[in-house]
């Protein structure tokens, strides 16, 4: 069965570091790989996805993450992190498996300190 | 572009009691998306729409929630009649294609439904 698994429930990351938030799929056949961020009180804003070619992509905020199709991850990343990237981080997956609808990780709270 | 639009962003109703939410996509998209995401997890699909005819509603509670999107374009999810396990924030998204074209979708900022 289709699934997603963010193994950290909060990641902290002092500002100016680099960050990564981990995402870890299964999945028949080929993925469509998402991430989302959602901010207090606010709706899920998409940032970047992969669907086919290179397996680092770039999205919106200086964030990217990389498809790593021998360790089925897609973990997003960011060179230097501010802390205006606080938030709730979602990784979202479909496949055939579950007829391409969005199977979601539980997301991971991140913190970034000044 | 303007976004997708939910209204009311908040709503307070005792239980058994009825509740609406009114979601606009934005303009052009063909799928209409309502998800219910309850506090410390990812969201849960309800119903998806294509156009105006429904692709998935296998996890819609059919006994007491209803959806529809007439005409294709605006939709409205009825909760009736409201339980406590109901409290949870409720998410309408849009996107340009369904989902098996690896189509993002984009979401308002959600209706936060409180039953008491």
């Known amino acids: 069965a289709q699934s997603v698994a963010q193994p950290e429930d909060q990641v902290n990351v002092a500002e100016g570091n680099p960050l990564t938030v981990k995402c870890t799929y299964s999945?028949?056949?080929?993925?469509?790989l998402f991430w989302y961020v959602q901010y207090p009180n606010r709706g899920l804003q998409f940032l970047l996805k992969?669907?086919?070619?290179d397996n680092l992509v770039k999205g919106s905020y200086g964030f990217e993450a990389e498809f790593n199709k021998s360790q089925t991850s897609f973990h997003l990343k960011k060179p230097s992190a501010l802390v205006s990237d606080s938030a709730l981080y979602f990784c979202?997956?479909?496949?055939?498996?579950?007829?391409?609808?969005?199977?979601w990780g539980a997301g991971t709270k991140l913190i970034i300190k000044p | 572009e303007a976004g997708v639009a939910q209204s009311p962003r908040y709503k307070i109703i005792e239980k058994r009691q009825s509740v609406a939410f009114w979601c606009n996509p934005i303009?052009?998209?063909?799928?209409l998306y309502w998800y219910q995401q309850i506090l410390g997890q990812g969201p849960k699909l309800l119903i998806q729409?294509?156009?105006?005819?429904?692709?998935?509603d296998s996890q819609l509670p059919k006994d007491r929630f209803s959806a529809e999107r007439l005409k294709g374009v605006d939709s409205t999810l009825k909760i009736q009649p409201a339980k406590l396990e109901d409290s949870a924030v409720y998410l309408c998204a849009s996107s340009l294609r369904g989902a098996e074209g690896g189509t993002e979708a984009f979401f308002g900022q959600g209706t936060r439904l409180t039953v008491v």
């Open positions: 992969y669907i086919t070619g």
């Open positions: 729409f294509q156009n105006n005819g429904v692709v998935d």
């Open positions: 303009s052009g998209h063909a799928t």
């Open positions: 979202a997956v479909s496949g055939m498996d579950s007829n391409y609808q969005l199977i």
């Open positions: 999945v028949s056949g080929n993925p469509y």
